[in-house]
């Protein structure tokens, strides 16, 4: 079968590998839609693939991508119940130990040997097939499509940090950065009830399509975030930031934004020490927070707004074939595409 797999920084192939096998408990997909996340760009660019077993999966480089997918199942594995031959699925891709004190605290999602399938686990969904725990997968209701399953992941990455948050409906909110990811922020926050949601993106691509999607968008390198908060919230600033950037100067934006009291929530990753104004934080008591991951239950909870019509994927969601993933890899790096579906089979 073939498979878009990572050898090392700056060397993704497409090649043929090895069926994967199916062990007891687990399920046998046929993959549809994978979709190309910041992630998988760090590590095809920056990071590369750990050359040491992973301490939970074993696994090691080269590396099938791919975490963020959709598929039917093709075959069930001895002591499977709940799933069957045929059955649409989205795939939660993080596994746990389950004995940690964090999983044992009912924080699976933090577990201290956490991994991810198409991380740092056999196997990926940029693959033709393969196989995964039957406690991972979701089966779709008949309203969600296979496109649709294959962004549920990111999705609920977003809704994570907004009920981290605590932000409410009526409230405010400033996202900084109209990636996916920004995106994602946004529809989960107006899924929520949050109806006054500022972005701010460099990028003019990106802003033409939040703004296609009904949202408030500026850019900064014309209009100060901060500036445009306060003429939005009569000084007040937002009750809560989300900084989806990555960029170190972004969290200073963040706490001269956010409300006395508010919110900042990094939902991205840092190549450079970030900077901290801890003068804001103090004389501000604002809270300061990272977010990371999901529980099924939030996961779950992305299917069914999804099933309700809350994410419309028209102008941010685009499909490339497998065939065409570098391109696909390229194009999201240089931003000159939002969020890349790899069409791994036909369907």
């Known amino acids: 079968m073939r498979a878009a797999v990572l050898h090392g920084i700056d060397d993704l192939r497409v090649v043929d590998v090895p069926e994967p096998e199916l062990k007891d408990g687990y399920v046998l997909i046929d ?27 074993g696994a090691c480089g080269p590396q099938i991508l791919g975490h963020e997918f959709s598929g039917t199942v093709r075959e069930v594995g001895a002591g499977v119940v709940g799933v069957a031959v045929g059955d649409r699925v989205a795939v939660q891709p993080n596994y746990h130990c389950g004995n940690c004190i964090r999983c044992r605290d009912g924080h699976r ?30 089966v779709l209701p008949d309203g969600v499509s296979l496109e649709q399953g294959a962004v549920v992941e990111p999705l609920a990455v977003t809704l994570h940090a907004v009920e981290l948050s605590g932000v409410e409906a009526g409230q405010s909110a400033l996202i900084l950065g109209a990636g996916p990811i920004g995106i994602a922020t946004a529809l989960n926050l107006r899924a929520g009830g949050v109806d006054r949601i500022l972005l701010s993106e ?5 802003r033409n ?23 939005r919230t009569d000084g007040a600033g937002v009750d809560v930031v989300f900084e989806c950037a990555g960029v170190g100067v972004a969290v200073q934006t963040a706490l001269t934004a956010v409300r006395s009291r508010g919110a900042v ?39 069914d707004r999804m099933a309700a019509g809350a994410y419309p994927l028209d102008g941010w969601v685009e499909r490339v074939p497998l065939t065409d993933v570098l391109d ?10 939002m969020k890349v579906l790899v069409e791994v089979s036909h369907v």
């Open 328 to 337: 696909g890899v390229q194009a999201a790096s240089d931003g000159r595409r």
């Open 202 to 206: 460099p990028s003019e691509t990106r």
């Open 109 to 138: 999602h933090l577990c201290t040997s956490a991994a991810f399938h198409g991380i740092n686990a056999p196997g990926g969904g940029l693959a033709e097939r393969t196989a995964v725990p039957a406690g991972n997968v979701h």
């Open 31 to 57: 993959v549809a839609f994978n979709g190309i996340c910041g992630s998988d760009l760090g590590m095809i660019h920056s990071f590369g693939i750990s050359e040491h077993p992973h301490p939970l999966t």
């Open 265 to 303: 929530v990094l939902l991205a990753t840092y190549k450079e020490q970030v900077p901290l104004n801890t003068y804001a934080l103090m004389f501000g008591e604002m809270r300061l927070m990272s977010s990371l991951a999901y529980s099924r239950k939030e996961f779950a909870s992305v299917i």
């Open 209 to 231: 399509v939040a703004a296609a999607l009904g949202f408030d968008v500026i850019d900064p390198s014309v209009t100060d975030p901060v500036a445009a908060v306060q003429d």
